[in-house]
């Protein structure tokens, strides 16, 4: 394991491998389903709508029946009306334009000239015409009017002018065009006028006559489209009845069943397209969360490794109960334990990546057990595991027990079932007792499977990862640990003040937000190295002389400061958690050792400043610098002859100040805020510990003996 994630581009192909764990266990859910069936068999099943699809050509059949039913649309052309009137005008008017030549001329003529005929005038008349009003008009109706009185002529224009008036200012389509001219006759068979002239001005208002109701093209067409327009789009709804069992599969039907794409000689992509996408929405949050921050690679594998094997767990354990889904247990789905990958990515990585997983987990629930429901996803199900994952996350708090995770499990149970109550009473169907009492019963098992499986993974994944879980923590706590058992028969002045440290620095943690569990267990251990020389730290010297007395500055130092590696050895020797070790070995940083460096500087002058520093590193976490600050008060604090309030403060400024000058947290991200919360914790820290005692008064003699 440590070898893995030693590699660098571990976590590309970790991503890789995320994917190939979503795509496989989402695959057989998402792959379309067909049917072996032939055209005019028997179905041996009802056949239902998988899915909701367009269904162009009824839809086309309805569009072209609705084309069709609209009428031809007809309008009243006035203008027609109007220029049939005219040229009926015209037509006396140059009637009477001959005549008044044929006059003009015989007065221009001698006697002896004769007048023009009758047809001459005709003829000059029809010279003046249109052919079309030559062709239609014959030259024996023209013949009454050029040879008739002025006053009869302007009679019939009258008559006939007014007739064709009357008749075109109605409606004429062109199949009431006879019945049309029929009704001109009418009107003029009544007007005073002799035979053969009132022949001729019904023969030229019969002409004038012509359809005005004509037919209309773009109203036409208006109406048409927006009759098509007007049709809805035929669709195959979703778990629409394609074929009933035992029902012949007619062309129809056939048709109907490959355009939902059951039909087994056909292949669509499309899903697999779109599953390719959804997995890609959900790589892109989880690599947005573990790529946000520049961390270490080394981490980074490690968390993601971790998330990937948590991962593949919980879709496994899903997939196993999917598969009863195959005997007809349709809402097996609510006994999965879906919520232990919340749980153990929360416990043992982050809320918010385990907030994300758990919107993960509910998508994908949704499809695995899609299982007997119209459509690719199962949404009953998806609402179901996410409520049931954000409760057991957002329930697990900062110090969690394995009490607190299998209540966590309880309270999961709870939600579940109520869950699947909202979902049956939304749905408002007939449940029986024997139903509802499985589905309580599954969400009951779901919720207490869970917490029993993250207690059950929680050791392996901790020791096979080197996480440093709340559990572990607690356990390390337990005062019967070899190690503080060791320190604490061997060096009970430092266990005292390590555990002095371990409650500042907690406190202190605690009130900026930093880890402060983690703060007070790595104080417990943080001077381990201690216990390999005891006798040569003050807390331990009780009742013997101080050993420095007797050795020079130099190997005075190299005591000291040993007991930082000697610590370090001894947690590594024991197997203790990376953090410790940490502590262990920055709590002291860089920092100089003023009394022997000053004893040193005293006997020779060429004695170097470095000689007598820690060797570090300096504190790289808020945790450790937290702790390199309580280790100085504390010790500063407990050598003080009389402590008072004012005197605590002004001791725990000055630490934190020297520790500033001297540049020992620069490497850490404690901002100047922080610092100041954390000195106002360790005076109410320390003023709690030295407060001021009641003098109790000795008792006399007399009283002792009495």
Same mark, same amino acid.
């Given at each position: 394991?440590?070898?893995?994630?030693?590699?660098?581009?571990?976590?590309?192909?970790?991503?890789?491998?995320?994917?190939?764990?979503?795509?496989?266990?989402?695959?057989?859910? =998402?792959?379309?389903?067909?049917?072996?069936?032939?055209?005019?068999? =028997?179905?041996?099943?009802?056949?239902?709508?998988?899915?909701?699809?367009?269904?162009?050509?009824?839809?086309?059949?309805?569009?072209?029946?609705?084309?069709?039913?609209?009428?031809?649309?007809?309008?009243?052309?006035?203008?027609?009306?109007?220029?049939?009137?005219?040229?009926?005008?015209?037509?006396?008017?140059?009637?009477?334009? %001959?005549?008044?030549?044929?006059?003009?001329?015989?007065?221009?003529?001698?006697?002896?000239?004769?007048?023009?005929?009758?047809?001459?005038?005709?003829?000059?008349?029809?010279?003046?015409?249109?052919?079309?009003?030559?062709?239609?008009?014959?030259?024996?109706?023209?013949?009454?009017?050029?040879?008739?009185?002025?006053?009869?002529?302007?009679?019939?224009?009258?008559?006939?002018?007014?007739?064709?008036?009357?008749?075109?200012?109605?409606?004429?389509?062109?199949?009431?065009?006879?019945?049309?001219?029929?009704?001109?006759?009418?009107?003029?068979?009544?007007?005073?006028?002799?035979?053969?002239?009132?022949?001729?001005?019904?023969?030229?208002?019969?002409?004038?006559?012509?359809?005005?109701?004509?037919?209309?093209?773009?109203?036409?067409?208006?109406?048409?489209?927006?009759?098509?327009?007007?049709?809805?789009?035929?669709?195959?709804?979703?778990?629409? =009845?394609?074929?009933?069992?035992?029902?012949?599969?007619?062309?129809?039907?056939?048709?109907?069943?490959?355009?939902?794409?059951?039909?087994?000689?056909?292949?669509?992509?499309?899903?697999?397209?779109?599953?390719?996408?959804?997995?890609?929405?959900?790589?892109?949050?989880? %690599?947005?969360?573990?790529?946000?921050?520049?961390?270490?690679?080394?981490?980074?594998?490690?968390?993601?490794?971790?998330?990937?094997?948590?991962?593949?767990?919980?879709?496994?354990?899903?997939?196993?109960?999917?598969?009863?889904?195959?005997?007809?247990?349709?809402?097996?789905?609510?006994?999965?334990?879906?919520?232990?990958?919340?749980?153990?990515?929360?416990?043992?990585?982050?809320?918010?990546?385990?907030?994300?997983?758990?919107?993960?987990?509910?998508?994908?629930?949704?499809?695995?057990?899609?299982?007997?429901?119209?459509?690719?996803?199962?949404?009953?199900?998806?609402?179901?595991?996410?409520?049931?994952?954000?409760?057991?996350?957002?329930?697990?708090?900062?110090?969690?027990?394995?009490?607190?995770?299998?209540?966590?499990?309880?309270?999961?149970?709870?939600?579940?079932?109520?869950?699947?109550?909202?979902?049956?009473?939304?749905?408002?169907?007939?449940?029986?007792?024997?139903?509802?009492?499985?589905?309580?019963?599954?969400?009951?098992?779901?919720?207490?499977?869970?917490?029993?499986?993250?207690?059950?993974?929680?050791?392996?994944?901790?020791?096979?990862?080197?996480?440093?879980?709340?559990?572990?923590?607690?356990?390390?706590?337990?005062?019967?640990?070899?190690?503080?058992?060791?320190?604490?028969?061997?060096?009970?002045?430092?266990?005292?003040?390590?555990?002095? %440290?371990?409650?500042?620095?907690?406190?202190?943690?605690?009130?900026?937000?930093?880890?402060?569990?983690?703060?007070?267990?790595?104080?417990?251990?943080?001077?381990?190295?201690?216990?390999?020389?005891?006798?040569?730290?003050?807390?331990?010297?009780?009742?013997?002389?101080?050993?420095?007395?007797?050795?020079?500055?130099?190997?005075?130092?190299?005591?000291?400061?040993?007991?930082?590696?000697?610590?370090?050895?001894?947690?590594?020797?024991?197997?203790?958690?990376?953090?410790?070790?940490?502590?262990?070995?920055?709590?002291?940083?860089?920092?100089?050792?003023?009394?022997?460096?000053?004893?040193?500087?005293?006997?020779?002058?060429?004695?170097?400043?470095?000689?007598?520093?820690?060797?570090?590193?300096?504190?790289?976490?808020?945790?450790?610098?937290?702790?390199?600050?309580?280790?100085?008060?504390?010790?500063?604090?407990?050598?003080?002859?009389?402590?008072?309030?004012?005197?605590?403060?002004?001791?725990?400024?000055?630490?934190?100040?020297?520790?500033?000058?001297?540049?020992?947290?620069?490497?850490?991200?404690?901002?100047?805020?922080?610092?100041?919360?954390?000195?106002k914790s360790f005076c109410e820290s320390l003023k709690g510990i030295f407060h001021s005692r009641i003098e109790y008064p000795e008792l006399t003699?007399?009283?002792?003996?009495?």
């Open positions: 394991m440590e070898k893995l994630k030693n590699y660098k581009f571990l976590y590309v192909f970790l991503y890789a491998i995320l994917a190939v764990i979503l795509y496989v266990s989402l695959y057989s859910n =998402i792959k379309p389903e067909t049917i072996d069936i032939d055209l005019f068999t =028997i179905s041996p099943e009802t056949i239902y709508a998988p899915t909701t699809v367009a269904d162009k050509f009824e839809t086309e059949v309805k569009q072209q029946e609705a084309y069709d039913s609209v009428e031809d649309q007809y309008v009243l052309k006035r203008e027609i009306s109007e220029k049939q009137v005219d040229l009926i005008s015209s037509i006396f008017d140059t009637i009477i334009e %001959v005549r008044k030549e044929d006059e003009v001329e015989n007065k221009t003529l001698d006697s002896a000239t004769t007048t023009l005929s009758s047809d001459e005038m005709v003829d000059r008349l029809q010279d003046k015409l249109t052919p079309s009003i030559n062709e239609k008009i014959s030259k024996e109706t023209f013949l009454p009017l050029v040879s008739t009185t002025d006053e009869e002529l302007e009679l019939a224009k009258d008559a006939v002018v007014t007739a064709v008036n009357n008749i075109m200012n109605k409606e004429i389509p062109i199949v009431q065009l006879t019945e049309a001219k029929e009704q001109v006759v009418e009107e003029l068979q009544y007007a005073p006028l002799r035979k053969e002239v009132l022949q001729s001005a019904t023969e030229l208002a019969r002409f004038a006559i012509t359809p005005n109701y004509v037919f209309d093209l773009e109203a036409t067409d208006e109406k048409r489209q927006q009759a098509i327009d007007g049709v809805k789009e035929v669709q195959i709804k979703q778990g629409q =009845i394609l074929v009933e069992a035992d029902e012949l599969i007619n062309r129809e039907a056939y048709r109907k069943l490959g355009l939902v794409g059951l039909l087994d000689d056909q292949q669509t992509f499309k899903p697999f397209i779109g599953l390719g996408l959804l997995i890609l929405l959900i790589l892109t949050g989880v %690599v947005y969360y573990f790529e946000k921050k520049d961390v270490p690679f080394l981490k980074k594998n490690n968390s993601l490794l971790l998330y990937c094997i948590i991962f593949a767990i919980t879709m496994l354990l899903m997939k196993i109960v999917s598969l009863f889904q195959k005997i007809d247990y349709t809402y097996i789905g609510y006994i999965a334990p879906v919520a232990m990958g919340a749980m153990l990515v929360k416990l043992l990585l982050n809320e918010r990546l385990a907030i994300l997983t758990s919107m993960i987990f509910a998508v994908c629930g949704s499809v695995i057990f899609n299982e007997g429901v119209t459509g690719s996803f199962n949404f009953s199900i998806g609402i179901y595991y996410l409520f049931g994952c954000l409760t057991a996350v957002l329930f697990l708090g900062e110090h969690n027990l394995r009490s607190k995770i299998l209540q966590a499990g309880l309270f999961v149970s709870g939600m579940n079932v109520l869950v699947i109550t909202a979902i049956m009473l939304i749905r408002n169907g007939g449940y029986s007792n024997i139903e509802i009492g499985s589905y309580f019963i599954m969400a009951c098992v779901a919720g207490l499977v869970a917490s029993v499986l993250t207690v059950g993974f929680m050791p392996f994944f901790e020791t096979g990862f080197g996480i440093l879980s709340t559990m572990k923590l607690i356990e390390l706590s337990n005062p019967n640990h070899p190690l503080l058992r060791k320190i604490l028969t061997e060096t009970p002045g430092t266990y005292h003040h390590s555990v002095m %440290v371990a409650n500042l620095s907690e406190s202190a943690c605690e009130a900026i937000g930093a880890n402060g569990l983690l703060a007070r267990v790595g104080a417990y251990y943080h001077d381990v190295g201690k216990t390999k020389r005891p006798q040569y730290f003050i807390e331990n010297q009780m009742n013997i002389e101080n050993p420095h007395n007797k050795l020079s500055a130099q190997l005075s130092k190299n005591v000291i400061l040993a007991h930082v590696t000697d610590g370090v050895e001894l947690l590594k020797k024991n197997k203790m958690p990376k953090e410790f070790i940490d502590i262990a070995e920055q709590h002291h940083g860089t920092t100089l050792l003023k009394y022997f460096y000053h004893q040193a500087k005293e006997s020779n002058d060429m004695i170097y400043e470095e000689e007598f520093r820690y060797p570090g590193p300096k504190p790289q976490t808020k945790e450790i610098a937290i702790i390199s600050i309580a280790d100085s008060v504390e010790a500063a604090v407990r050598s003080m002859s009389n402590p008072t309030p004012d005197k605590i403060e002004k001791l725990v400024r000055s630490i934190i100040s020297g520790r500033l000058q001297d540049k020992q947290l620069d490497e850490c991200d404690l901002t100047l805020k922080e610092i100041d919360i954390i000195a003699k007399k009283q002792k003996v009495k």
